[in-house]
Structures are given as structure tokens and as C-alpha cells.
């Protein structure tokens, strides 16, 4: 009995002692991209600021913002974000770097998209072959993308067969489903590299800059949240858009490909 | 069946090892629900006793919505929870949200009407068999519930232990008062949710495996100082 | 002193059929009240009334002291012993611990009662493990600890073999002599003899004749009275 108090005691001072930390929405395609865990112990030693993580879909980060549970959110979903500025959640937003989708699928490739021209044309592929395709279905930044990629193409995802399977969860939740079934899904690189259930699964498809991801930082606005901590928000963003910070993300790579190229401009 | 194999190494490994992230995060889950247990059982107990000695009006409806709270999803109670916390709800000034309190909050939620019923019927039966003593011996509502406690304390232990059984294996309703921060709500069962996401299905079984060990040691330290009262005597 | 009690016409019911009364009865202070009868005839119930744990649904039944007051007072042993899941001597303190005496004094009190009954060999033995005859032993050294000024038992004995029932009495006349009133119910006319000063005879939930135990033992005054001391079947 103790020692349980003797360790409840030390698990409720760390949290309490934690005096300089501030909490970050993230997406869970960041969060799997594994930079993360380059990022934060950097900002740890130079700015003496732990930054909590809240691992989480772009609709669930928004409305963290929106309520004011965290003090800043990196997402990706720039149609969303910017409506998140203009309705005064937050008071701006700072391009940081940008990553690209890719599309995945069986390796032996039913639908042959491995050779098409463009992210339209392999999408029109998948659609006329009516093989399996895995969508997040979950509202994140990489839903809409997928969405938006297939109106982009002329197509209807409401109107879709059975071929095509909305699971609404996560990256990494949705691409062991994909494997599962061996379907074709739309993936962050970074979450694609990461991932360790791959099976059968092959990148197919990749390059289009239609397919390029940006991640934005957007603080929370103090004034709707007296307790935002802005101070340190904007101490982050100074970090994140430093050379510091472009040398870190640029160099990050996994199986030597590099995953974010950094472009945040400096005022 | 390789990842099995895969997780049940892993997890020697990380146990022999004393992989401290691995034992801060146990820790963490045996902190939080044990701490919800206490909680709950304060809780539940008393109530249990009261329903079984105290017939008034709503008892049955009473016992009928603590049965149906038993099945209650944590998902649920994990977003009630989280709007009452959120900096928008009605107690967001506290600040608790995605802190190690908010996950006792909510895990006490869903585990006291759990540990209230089933304490509910041990104790019920109990009272069949002293009631017409005690009504004799004039003795008030107070002791009554005292003595039906105390005497039931051994299925009040196995009341208790199905409370830790849902508790510690509960993932819906801490991952999102909690939010799964690494080193400030992380526990084995988020973790094991964030492992799986990544496809990481080894270290999540690993986690797992963990999981079930640390229950498993639970249940049987406690049976144990429950035999120490040795039979036939107490 | 809670004694006399004057019972007048009273009466409890269950589900709208009447268990016993009306009942009219005075009892003084001392001895050992026998209540006797064949089965069905009320017994049980009328201990209950006079406990205060029946209802009364009517009539009056007037200790000197008001019925909860009266309570604390006495003690009831039932046929069939409540044994809380407690060691022995835990079951006999019990009585003094929810009176708010010290856990010391009552542990040393019950051990010594536990002696005086007889088991005092076994005072942390789970009491729900005991026989049936330790177990009714028990039950009295819980009710006379209390050192009440009734008791009121429930045929006490019933399932009890010859040689627990002598133990049992043995005890019972100690207290008696010692000044603690007696009201009991038997189906045993040879307990009701040996035991009773006054016996009340019930039938059909209602006192068919009562008076001093030798004169209702030497010359009955009813017909049923005496078809039941014959041990004739009397409904």
C-alpha cells in the first residue's frame, strides 16, 4: 500500500510539475508518421516546453480547438482550417511543411494503376474495376482529401457499390483493414512507411501534386479562452518555423525517403 | 500466429528488461482504476446495503436502473464526461480534462453501478437471512448496513474484483477524457490502441499479454489475503 | 421495570386472515410463561406481538414502558438460530457493540458467556459452522448478554436432540432463577412441565385457557385442554 502511494504520488507530480507544457491536437497521420518523436524531445531541450500530444482525427482536433481544450492544432485540412480562423477559433494559420499522399493497394495491382498519368486517372481505375477500396470514412483531413480527389476525377463516392468500404477510423486502423482485404486505400506516405502489417499491400501509386498534404499550425484564440497559453503557442510556432525545425523535418526520412519537406515562411 | 508468438517474447522481453516506459505506463493503469476502484466501492457499497435494508418508493426502479447502468458502453460516459470537462462544459473551469483525474472520474462512472448491483444481491440475500435479528435487537438503519457490509465482505471482494476486471481493461472512456497523452494519460489499454493503429500488432500484444498478467496478479494477491482468514474461523 | 404487561384485544393479521387475537392477557413480573397449542394455533405470532415485531392490526398490548423502549429490554430466540457470519464469540458480543460498548468489554463479556454455555472451546469458531445444538446455545448467551429483563423464545428446542435440550434448559432455569422473565412456546409438554409457572394455552389464535402450570397440568379446565395434554389430535 506504500509503495502504490509512494507511486500515485510520483504519477500525480510529474503531471503536476509540468509547469511549462502545453497541449497540441495532432492528426493520427502525423502522429504515425513518426516525427513526432524526433520533434518533441528537441523542443523539450531548447525551449524547456513539454508539448502533449492529443492524438486525434482533423474534425476531433478542430472541435478540441473550438472548445478550448488544447492550445494549438497541426492538421491538415486546409478547406476546415480556414473556416477555424475565420469563425475565430484561432488566430491564424502558419503553413509548417507538407508531406504527400500515396495510393496503395494489392501488389499484383487488379485495377492497374501503378502506370496511370494522374491522381484521376488511377482513381478512375479503381472505380471501373470495382476492386476493394478502404476509406477512412472518419471526417479526417485524409477522408476529405479522398473526397475531394474523387469529385476531382468525376466521380460519386456516395453512389459507390460494396467495393467500397468506409470503415470510419484512423490511418493505421484503416490500412490493417486494407490489408485485411487486401484493398486499395489512400495513405500519408509517412503512415504507409511506418506501418508494420503491410501483407500483401505495395505503394501503386504516388507523385501527382494534386496529392500534396499541408500541415498547418493554428493556435488557439486566448480571446474565447482566457487559459489558453498563447505565450507558449506562439513560442512553438517560432521553433516550428525556424531553421532549427527545417533541418530536423527536412532530414527526417524513413527507408532513406524523406517524408515532409518544410516550407514554412519566415516573416 | 507469428505475431502471437511475436507479442508473447516481446513481452518477456520488455518484463525481464524492466522497460521503464512499460512500467510507467502500467503503473499508470493500476494507479488510475485501483484509485476509481476505492472510489466506487465507497460508493456502491453503501448504496448496495441501503437498497437491500431500505424499502421505499423507486427502489426497484433504483435496482432496475443500476442493473441496465451495468451494460453501460464507456464510449458513452466517456463523452459525457468529456463535454461536462471540456473548457466549454459546465465544469471546465476545474481544468481536469485529459489529466489521469478525469479517467477516475469517468471509469468510477461506469464501474459503481457494476459493483452496486452484484453487491446488491449478495447483500439482499444476506438480509433475508438476519433480518428478523436485527429488526429484534432494535438495530438501526446505520448498523444495518454495517453489519450486512462487513459480514458480505467476501462477495463484496468479488464485486469489487469484477469492478477492477472492467476497469483496468476499459479503453472507450479514458482514451477520450484521457486522450492517450505519452507520459501524462498513456495506459496499457490506449497504448495497445495506439500500437494497433500503427499495425505494430506484436508490441500491441506484447501490451496485451502485459495486460492479462498484471490482472491475472491482481486477482490472485487478493484471494489470497482473502484465504489468510483461514476457514472455519474468522 | 417493564413488567406488567396487559394485552387487550389484541389482534395480527396476515393478508386479511387473521394469525392470532383478539388476545387478552396480563403477565407479571417473574417466572416463566409457557405458551402451548397445537400447530397453526398462533404461537409464534403472539411472541411477535408481544416483541413488538408483528403488527398489530388491533388492540393494545401496554408494557410499562413504550414498545420500542420495551424492545431494548428484551431479546427473542428464534426456532431456527440467525447466525451472523462471525466468529462465536463476535456473534455473542454483538448485542453490546450495537448498544456502543467498548469492543474490549464486550469480547471479555462474551467470552465469559461463551463459557457459561458451553462453548468455550470454540470461541473463534465460524459460527454458521457450529451444530444446531451450539448453534441455539449460541443464540442464548446473545440474548442474555444484554442481561434483558425478557426473553422471549421460540420454541427454542424443536430440533434439538434429547441431550442439547437438557443443556438448554439447564441454562434456561439458571437465568430464571437469576430473575429474568421467561415467555417461550413448546410443543414438549414435558419442557412445558419442567419449565413453565403459567402456561397459556392457544387455539385457533386465541387463548383457550391459561392459569398457574400445576393447576393447567393437574385439572385442566376446557375440554381441548385436557383432549391435548392426552395428546389427542385437537384442531
Known amino acids: 500500500m506504500k509503495r502504490f502511494l509512494f507511486v500515485a504520488t510520483l504519477l500525480w507530480a510529474t503531471a503536476a510539475q509540468a509547469q511549462d507544457s502545453m497541449r497540441m491536437a495532432v492528426t493520427t497521420s502525423f502522429h504515425n508518421s513518426g516525427l513526432a518523436d524526433v520533434l518533441l524531445p528537441e523542443i523539450q531541450a531548447d525551449l524547456g516546453l513539454e508539448v502533449q500530444l492529443l492524438i486525434v482525427g482533423t474534425g476531433q482536433a478542430l472541435r478540441l480547438g473550438e472548445a478550448g481544450d488544447v492550445d494549438a492544432i497541426l492538421v491538415h485540412s486546409r478547406a476546415a482550417e480556414e473556416a477555424f480562423v475565420a469563425n475565430g477559433y484561432g488566430t491564424h494559420r502558419r503553413e509548417i511543411m507538407y508531406n504527400d499522399f500515396v495510393i496503395v493497394g494489392p501488389s499484383n495491382d487488379p485495377a492497374a494503376i501503378s502506370d496511370a498519368a494522374d491522381a484521376n486517372d488511377s482513381l478512375q481505375g479503381i472505380a471501373d474495376a470495382k476492386v476493394p477500396f478502404v476509406s477512412r470514412g472518419d471526417d479526417s483531413g485524409t477522408h476529405k482529401k479522398e473526397l475531394s480527389l474523387w469529385i476531382d476525377a468525376g466521380l460519386d463516392p456516395t453512389g459507390f457499390g460494396d467495393w467500397y468500404r468506409a470503415v470510419g477510423a484512423g490511418m493505421g486502423a484503416a490500412l490493417n483493414t486494407a490489408s485485411g482485404l487486401n484493398a486499395y486505400i489512400l495513405s500519408d506516405r509517412a503512415s504507409w512507411l511506418n506501418f508494420s502489417n503491410k501483407g500483401d499491400l505495395a505503394l501503386l501509386f504516388s507523385g501527382d501534386p494534386v496529392l500534396f498534404n499541408q500541415y498547418a499550425y493554428l493556435p488557439v484564440n486566448p480571446a474565447l479562452h482566457d487559459h489558453v497559453k498563447s505565450d507558449l503557442a506562439s513560442r512553438l510556432e517560432d521553433w516550428l518555423t525556424s531553421e532549427r525545425a527545417a533541418d530536423l523535418i527536412n532530414g527526417y526520412t524513413i527507408d532513406r525517403e524523406t517524408l515532409f519537406i518544410f516550407n514554412a515562411k519566415t516573416d | 500466429m507469428v505475431d502471437l508468438w511475436d507479442g508473447l517474447t516481446q513481452a518477456f522481453w520488455l518484463v525481464l528488461t524492466g522497460d521503464p516506459e512499460l512500467a510507467e505506463i502500467a503503473l499508470r493503469s493500476l494507479y488510475v482504476t485501483l484509485t476509481a476502484l476505492a472510489i466506487a466501492c465507497v460508493i456502491a457499497f453503501p448504496l448496495a446495503a441501503f437498497l437491500a435494508v431500505r424499502r421505499f418508493r423507486f427502489r426497484r426502479l433504483i435496482i432496475a436502473i443500476l442493473n441496465a447502468l451495468m451494460g453501460l458502453p464507456p464510449v458513452v460516459v466517456g463523452l459525457i464526461v468529456y463535454v461536462l470537462l471540456s473548457r466549454s462544459g459546465p465544469l471546465g473551469v476545474l481544468g481536469l480534462l485529459f489529466t489521469p483525474t478525469a479517467m477516475i472520474i469517468a471509469q468510477v462512472i461506469i464501474i459503481v453501478p457494476l459493483i452496486a448491483s452484484i453487491a446488491h444481491q449478495s447483500l439482499r440475500d444476506l438480509w433475508q437471512e438476519y433480518h428478523d435479528l436485527l429488526i429484534s435487537m432494535n438495530v438501526s438503519q446505520r448498523q444495518k448496513m454495517r453489519t450486512l457490509i462487513w459480514d458480505a465482505r467476501r462477495a463484496l471482494l468479488t464485486a469489487a474484483l469484477a469492478g477492477f476486471g472492467r476497469g483496468i481493461g476499459e479503453v472507450g472512456a479514458i482514451m477520450i477524457v484521457g486522450g492517450n497523452i505519452d507520459n501524462v494519460t498513456r495506459v496499457l489499454t490506449t497504448a495497445i490502441a495506439l500500437e494497433t493503429g500503427k499495425g505494430a500488432f506484436a508490441l500491441a500484444l506484447a501490451l496485451g499479454f502485459v495486460l492479462i498478467a498484471l490482472t491475472i496478479a491482481i486477482n490472485l494477491t487478493i484471494h489470497w489475503l482473502g484465504q489468510t482468514e483461514r476457514e472455519g474461523r474468522w | ?235
Not at chain 3, 67 to 75: F, I, N
Not at chain 3, 123 to 136: F, V
Request: aromatic letters at 6%; proline letters at 6%; charged letters at 20%.
Open chain 3, 1 to 235: 421495570m417493564v413488567f406488567p404487561l396487559q394485552v387487550t384485544g389484541a389482534e395480527t393479521r396476515r393478508r386479511g386472515k387473521v394469525l392470532v387475537g383478539p388476545v387478552s392477557l396480563h403477565l407479571a413480573g417473574v417466572g416463566a410463561t409457557v405458551v402451548i397449542g397445537p400447530n397453526g394455533s398462533g404461537k409464534t405470532s403472539l411472541l411477535g406481538l408481544l416483541h413488538g415485531t408483528a403488527r398489530l392490526h388491533a388492540g393494545t398490548i401496554a408494557w410499562q414502558l413504550p414498545m420500542d423502549q420495551a424492545r431494548a429490554v428484551q431479546s427473542f430466540v428464534f426456532q431456527r438460530p440467525v447466525m451472523l457470519r462471525r466468529s462465536v464469540v463476535d456473534n455473542i458480543a454483538y448485542p453490546l457493540l450495537i448498544r456502543g460498548l467498548p469492543k474490549a468489554k464486550a469480547m471479555a463479556q462474551a467470552l465469559d458467556w461463551a463459557k457459561r454455555v458451553g462453548l468455550g472451546d470454540m470461541p473463534y469458531r465460524a459460527a454458521p459452522s457450529l451444530s444446531g445444538g451450539e448453534q441455539q446455545k449460541l443464540a442464548l448467551a446473545r440474548a442474555f448478554i444484554t442481561a434483558p429483563q425478557v426473553v422471549f423464545l421460540d420454541e427454542p428446542c424443536a430440533s434439538l436432540d434429547g441431550r442439547a435440550t437438557a443443556e438448554i434448559e439447564a441454562i434456561l432455569q439458571d437465568q430464571k432463577a437469576q430473575g429474568t422473565r421467561l415467555v417461550m412456546s413448546t410443543h414438549d409438554m414435558g419442557q412445558a412441565r419442567r419449565l413453565a409457572d403459567e402456561i397459556v394455552f392457544l387455539r385457533g389464535g386465541q387463548v383457550h385457557e391459561t392459569g398457574p402450570a400445576a393447576q393447567f397440568f393437574d385439572a385442566p379446565q376446557t375440554d381441548a385442554a385436557r383432549a391435548f395434554l392426552n395428546g389427542d389430535i385437537v384442531e
